[in-house]
């Protein structure tokens, strides 16, 4: 796993504070319900001065996958690798709430953090050769995890990373325990890191760009593994990744996301039936619906602007093909446009808000 220095985050004014709660499981909010896995409330980071991540809120509950989607260079990981304290130290980061279970993060230290990271929320990392570690066997890295969070003995944690191993697809993980990862090709690395973060059966699971660095084959298998994973263990998931296409048959929700800021927050049926922002269009229609698709596949013009660079009204306003004067003066906020469905644009495709009249003329 991962580790770095630490940036500790800031409450943001006007938030209300949540009772601590003791680590374990779940605590009922009320006698009814239970609180979810994961609550962010306006969470925002900034590198120096720069911000790079503006008003990113979301909620994971048990057994439900909620995908983060936009472009590189959007603030996904940035917004994961807040919420697990990974970022560098001259990262600024703030929220109105930041709650595991029920329990504030915000005011988690360190050792507490240290606790939660790789046994109740874990995360998969997009290049498995830069998260292993090069001079330790897959089987020793798992095996730590295990004896650092459930104080198994050597030969215990050495025959649960056998398990894990096995449980990801890994053929002979007797044998394959005892390789470096260097040893194991991209996709059985991918494995291996997926059988790290699971080891413990983590409550969320973080996975960022799980599949990038794959080819197209292994991606799929990779993907239908995690999925299989997801439904046998019912974590939370957040699965992160440039794709549209990757967590169309995964997520329950989808965030987009687009230049540090949430574009358009809706359940995965209704964004993928009735995009509301010319971005999410977008990514739509660069998803290939065949493999003879690819060769006119459509591409979204233009790149998304750095963040010391953004233009004064709406972020992906250069680039939209919908855009009006208006748009480039103010900048959108999330705005509710249907059932359970966000959206910051001024002209939601297809939907006329009811105090502003016609948009999608
Ligand atoms: N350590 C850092 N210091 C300064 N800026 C950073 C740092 N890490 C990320 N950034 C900037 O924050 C912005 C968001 O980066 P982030 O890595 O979250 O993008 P992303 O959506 O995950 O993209 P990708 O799909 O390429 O992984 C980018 O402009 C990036 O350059
Ligand atoms: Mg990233």
Redesign the pocket.
């Known amino acids: 796993m991962i580790d770095g220095a630490e940036t500790v985050p800031e409450r943001s004014a006007g938030a209300e504070r949540s009772t601590r709660q003791p680590a374990g499981g779940p605590v009922a909010q009320s006698d009814t319900a239970a609180p979810p896995l994961l609550e962010v409330r306006n969470l925002k980071v900034a590198?120096g001065a720069v911000p790079?991540v503006s008003g990113v809120s979301f909620t994971v509950h048990q057994g439900e996958v909620v995908g983060i989607v936009?472009e590189?260079?959007?603030?996904?990981?940035?917004s994961a690798l807040a919420l697990m304290r990974l970022l560098?130290r001259h990262a600024h980061i703030s929220a109105e709430r930041m709650n595991f279970c029920g329990e504030d993060l915000l005011s988690a230290d360190r050792r507490r953090y240290e606790q939660l990271r790789g046994a109740d929320i874990a995360m998969i990392f997009q290049e498995p050769m830069t998260a292993l570690n090069p001079v330790l066997t897959v089987g020793e890295q798992i095996a730590e995890t295990l004896r650092r969070h459930e104080r198994l003995g050597r030969r215990q944690a050495r025959a649960r990373a056998i398990d894990a191993l096995a449980r990801v697809g890994i053929p002979a993980p007797a044998r394959r325990v005892d390789d470096y990862p260097h040893q194991m090709s991209g996709g059985m690395r991918q494995r291996a890191m997926i059988a790290m973060a699971l080891a413990c059966q983590p409550r969320v699971l973080i996975a960022d760009?799980p599949t990038t660095a794959l080819d197209v084959t292994i991606q799929a298998q990779i993907l239908e593994l995690l999925q299989d994973l997801q439904e046998e263990f019912q974590m939370g998931t957040v699965m992160i990744t440039?794709d549209l296409g990757v967590v169309s048959s995964f997520a329950d929700r989808v965030m987009i996301m687009y230049a540090g800021q949430v574009v358009e927050d809706a359940s995965a049926a209704q964004a993928f039936a009735s995009p509301k922002h010319p971005y999410t269009e977008g990514l739509l229609a660069s998803i290939p619906l065949s493999q003879s698709d690819v060769d006119r596949l459509y591409a979204i013009p233009g790149a998304v602007p750095?963040?010391f660079d953004l233009p004064p009204g709406c972020r992906f306003e250069p680039r939209c093909a919908a855009s009006r004067p208006p748009c480039r003066e103010a900048r959108p906020v999330l705005y509710p446009c249907g059932d359970d469905h966000r959206v910051a644009c001024i002209r939601p495709t297809g939907y006329v808000f009811p105090d502003r009249g016609e948009c999608n003329e």
């Open positions: 590198f790079v936009g590189s260079g959007s603030g996904k990981s940035v560098p760009e440039h750095p963040p």
